[in-house]
């Protein structure tokens, strides 16, 4: 399998609409209440705390579980055709990794596989640690650009400069 990304990290859009969105604070709390926290603080590095990823025609993000307990999404732009947000909800638990599960999900014999279409604007707030997620290939000639907001219950939550270079190919 094969993930190509177009990332760009929160260094060079310094200023931008989207992360006056991810820092604002009404969101913050909002997210907090959504997701049964008493707060939630913004990331401190300063290339993860947000990305927009774009996804351009033949590509796709494969199957996979996030590391993070949830992840908070907003599509800036559609594709025209896929790019869709297709999840498995529950595939694994904390105790049990269900390989079995996981090999019919990637023959595509699960029939609980779901797929979400989103609309640009939809903001997504989901639970990818054990619910397996892709993103369809999409298709035609506008990208799929979206926005990945890291929040975290602690503040000041940073990346590594190994997990930087891993993530984005440079440590700053
Ligand atoms: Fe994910």
């Known amino acids: 399998m094969e993930t190509i990304s177009h990332t760009v990290c929160a260094d060079q859009i310094p200023g931008s609409v989207v992360l006056a969105i991810y820092e604002y604070e009404p969101l913050l709390r909002f997210l907090a209440a959504t997701m049964g926290k008493t707060r939630l603080h913004v990331m401190q590095d300063p290339l993860?705390?947000?990305?927009?990823?774009?996804?351009?025609?033949?590509?796709?993000?494969?199957?996979?579980?996030?590391?993070?307990?949830?992840?908070?999404?907003?599509l800036?732009?559609?594709a025209e055709y896929?790019?869709?947000?297709?999840?498995?909800?529950d595939l694994r638990s904390d105790g049990n990794p269900n390989y079995d599960g996981v090999a019919r999900l990637l023959d595509g014999r699960d029939p609980d596989a779901k797929i979400l279409r989103m609309k640009p604007g939809t903001l997504n707030v989901f639970r990818g640690k054990?619910?397996?997620?892709?993103?369809?290939?999409?298709?035609g000639e506008r990208e799929r650009m979206i926005a990945v907001f890291s929040y975290y219950e602690k503040p000041g939550v940073m990346f590594s400069p190994e997990e930087r270079v891993g993530f984005y190919g440079r440590a700053a």
Request: charged share 25%; hydrophobic share 35%.
């Open 76 to 78: 800036l732009q559609a």
């Open 130 to 139: 054990n619910t397996a997620h892709r993103v369809t290939t999409v298709e």
């Open 82 to 89: 896929g790019g869709d947000l297709e999840y498995r909800t």
């Open 48 to 74: 993860a705390r947000t990305n927009v990823m774009a996804y351009r025609a033949g590509e796709a993000l494969n199957w996979h579980f996030d590391r993070s307990e949830f992840t908070t999404t907003l």
